[in-house]
């Protein structure tokens, strides 16, 4: 049977550029699980920046066309320069059906431009809410390319430092990743960051708690945002695939892959 090997890089700075693959990214606590929910919520793209002030300065189109501003400052809080922070309850009451989104934030979209940069050009989205989506996809690509799958999580501090809720979140990915691919009649191998993040599983009771043992989950209770870590919990919910590339007009992008998009 042919094989399909799966691993984990724990920050971005981990992964080996030189193999075949198709990376997941995973910022659980935010970034990724607001890119599913903005997608959700009707939105046609998002465009990722590493400084939303200057994006909007040199593109007098996007105040012109109502495109959105979601960023967050150093601590977490919504950026004085956006419209909106990645915060999951605030995006879900937030009116974006037929809106471009410029984002940024600490972790998720750093980790997002730092692969596409390093030249990896395989890269899906993923977080709960399309967890059995994302992986489906994700193996079927690598499949197609004779590859092999890497969840990449965002990390903390810039990338420079492991999440727990990350990591915790990459061993729930790599369950329908096995599942898929044992249905696609591949064997799953997991080398020893796949393994290690699959045994965080069986240290928590739940979810709902190791997301609030994490220091994410820390920084949610300290800016107020609780709700964030219960939400970034809920488990399969969107069939959203959003996967990163580029354009000439806006540079790195993501777009919903699934084409099903729910008001």
């Known amino acids: 049977m042919e094989e399909m090997k799966f691993e984990v890089a724990f920050m971005p700075k981990e992964i080996n550029t030189k193999q075949n693959q198709v990376c997941v990214l995973v910022d659980v606590l935010r970034a990724t699980s607001a890119i599913v929910t903005m ?13 939303e002030k200057k994006a909007v300065a040199e593109r007098s189109d996007y105040l012109r066309d109502g495109t ?9 809080n919504i950026s004085p320069y956006a ?8 995006i879900r009451s937030f009116s974006m059906a037929g809106k471009r989104v410029v984002m940024r934030t600490t972790n998720g979209t750093l980790a997002g431009l730092t692969l596409w940069k390093s030249g990896i050009k395989e890269i899906f989205i993923g977080c709960l809410h399309n967890a059995k989506a994302v992986m489906e996809k994700a193996v079927s690509r690598a499949k197609e390319l004779k590859g092999s799958v890497t969840i990449v999580c965002a990390g903390r501090e810039n990338g420079q430092i492991a999440a727990l809720d990350d990591v915790y979140c990459a061993g729930v990915l790599l369950q ?25 599983l069986s240290i928590y009771p739940n979810t709902v708690q190791a997301f609030e043992d994490s220091g994410s989950g820390e920084t949610m209770r300290r800016i107020n945002c609780r709700e964030d870590i219960r939400l970034s919990t809920e488990e399969n919910i969107s069939k ?24």
């Open 176 to 200: 329908y990743g096995e599942e898929t691919a044992r249905s696609q009649r591949l064997s799953p191998i997991l080398k020893d960051s796949a393994k290690m993040s699959r045994h965080l």
């Open 83 to 90: 419209q909106f922070s990645p915060s999951l309850s605030s």
């Open 68 to 76: 959105l501003i979601c960023a967050e400052d150093h601590d977490g």
């Open 39 to 51: 997608f959700e919520k009707g939105c046609t793209e998002i465009i990722l920046t590493e400084d």
């Open 240 to 263: 959203c695939v959003p996967k990163i590339y580029f354009s000439k007009t806006d540079g790195i992008k993501v777009k919903n892959m699934s084409g099903v998009i729910l008001q």
